[in-house]
């Protein structure tokens, strides 16, 4: 269902990504795009994450939220914020909504790509716990999974910034074994520096992590995961209906985006007929579509 154009500035002016940009991403597993986020809505979302970030605070740790909480030698600190288009706020449907993102998304998945997960995941003001190496998703590499890293803040060197391992996302990889053996100090591995306004795309399967810190400043990433839709089609684990109620998020994402920018900046919306979706009154149940089944990926803390 791939769909190709005669004109590449076309496709530039959709956002998507150069054919070298996308050789780089299949080679080494990950690619940053530089400042691809415009500073008005950069602010929109710093300010959105500030209503999550307190909103999690003020009803504190309890279990089946979508605000996760864990232990840490200071106390209990929030790391994650789940289903983050359902919290009030409307800055992340109009990141959903743009061509900033959705240009990644049909440039890797095709014109059929699906928004699969959405959250928020930080790094509290001095909680530099680590972040384990790990695959987020193991699966058959018949289709690209990939995420959309969204930087708010800056990510430095020594204050617990993304390492990756290029190349790594090509098989299942034993990530305890990883651990014991070399630490944080993995052969080829590569530190990520970020400002806010990057983006990091990686795939699903390459081995990255983030080693433990001390007084680091704030650090908030939106995590936007896609995929193919025939990916989910062929390879679960979610049904067709469900893949049908994640697909009503674009029509809002669009709407949203729409409010914020000239007709020009508008993303062009490709998706086959059959498998357009219709959006129902009910806004709400469409912006949280939750997961019952999850793909495994490969953890050392899962064993």
Known sequence: MTQRFADPQQELDRGLLTPEQVAQFDRDGYLVLKQRIEPALLARLQVASERWMADGVAQGPRSGTDWLFADRP???????????????EAASLELLGSRAVLGIAASLAGPDFVPTY???VLKAA????????????????????????????????????LHVIPGSQLQRTDACALAETHGWQLPGAIEVELEAGDVLIHDDMIVHGSPPATGNALRRTIYLEFRPAKSILDDGPWTPEWMDARLRLIPLALAERAKWCGPADQFDWRIAPELRPVVTDDVAAELRV???????????SAG
């Open 118 to 120: 959405e959250s928020m």
């Open 290 to 300: 939750v997961h019952t089944d999850h793909t495994p990926g490969e953890w050392c």
């Open 126 to 161: 001095g909680d530099g716990a680590p972040v384990p190496w790990h695959q987020d998703a193991v699966h058959a590499r018949r289709h690209r999974l990939f995420n959309v890293d969204v930087y708010l803040d800056e990510s430095r060197s020594g204050a617990g910034a």
């Open 74 to 88: 200071t106390g209990r600190a929030m790391w994650r914020v789940d289903y983050i288009h359902s919290k009030g």
